[in-house]
């Protein structure tokens, strides 16, 4: 078994940080509430403004001028409300969905993993069969990597 100790990691342009037992070094940064909070406003306002309400209203227009050309065709007992708000429903979701890319890249540049480190570029079969993908922090330094593997032999054992 590996005792617990101190572990010092120097990355590159960083001075050596000292990490806590159970602790990730590297994770201990400070982030300012405020820089979130004006990056989640920012999302919000942006994907709105710039995605979601272009793409309801356009989705809204085009099934309403389907519906007046007669290439679909309205209810009966509602007219063509149940269809043009459905179209703006979808639009609306679609809009802030393909916001989320953006907003994701927004807070990597803050240094947060708002859906953590599986989400992302690589999310796929390893996020959901590794245990060590489930810790808040992605970093892992020298001495936890070995630690791992000795862990990994003696469980193996």
């Given amino acids: 078994m590996v005792e617990s100790s101190t572990v010092?990691?120097?990355?590159?342009?960083?001075?050596?940080?000292?990490?806590?037992e159970g602790k990730c070094p590297l994770a201990d940064r400070h982030l300012d509430r405020e820089d979130v909070r004006r990056v989640i406003r920012?999302?919000?306002?942006?994907?709105?403004?710039?995605?979601?309400l272009p793409l309801s209203l356009g989705s809204m227009?085009?099934?309403?001028?389907l519906i007046y050309n007669g290439v679909l065709k309205s209810?009966?007992?509602?007219?063509p409300l149940p269809k043009v708000a459905v179209a703006g429903v979808l639009g609306y979701?679609?809009?802030?969905?393909?916001?989320?890319s953006t907003c994701r890249e927004k807070f990597h540049?803050?240094?947060?993993?708002?859906?953590?480190?599986?989400?992302?570029?690589?999310f796929g079969p390893r996020?959901?069969?590794a245990p060590e993908h489930?810790?808040?922090?992605?970093?892992?330094?020298?001495?936890c990597k070995k630690e791992a593997s000795v862990r990994k032999e003696t469980s193996h054992s």
């Fill in 8 to 20: 010092v990691v120097e990355t590159p342009g960083e001075s050596p940080q000292r990490g806590r």
């Fill in 93 to 100: 979701v679609v809009g802030k969905a393909s916001y989320m």
């Fill in 61 to 65: 227009a085009v099934t309403g001028g």
């Fill in 127 to 129: 996020f959901w069969n």
């Fill in 75 to 79: 209810s009966g007992r509602f007219g």
């Fill in 109 to 122: 540049k803050l240094g947060l993993e708002p859906f953590g480190p599986g989400f992302g570029p690589g």
């Fill in 42 to 52: 920012e999302c919000r306002d942006e994907s709105f403004w710039c995605r979601a």
């Fill in 134 to 143: 489930r810790r808040h922090c992605h970093h892992v330094c020298e001495e």
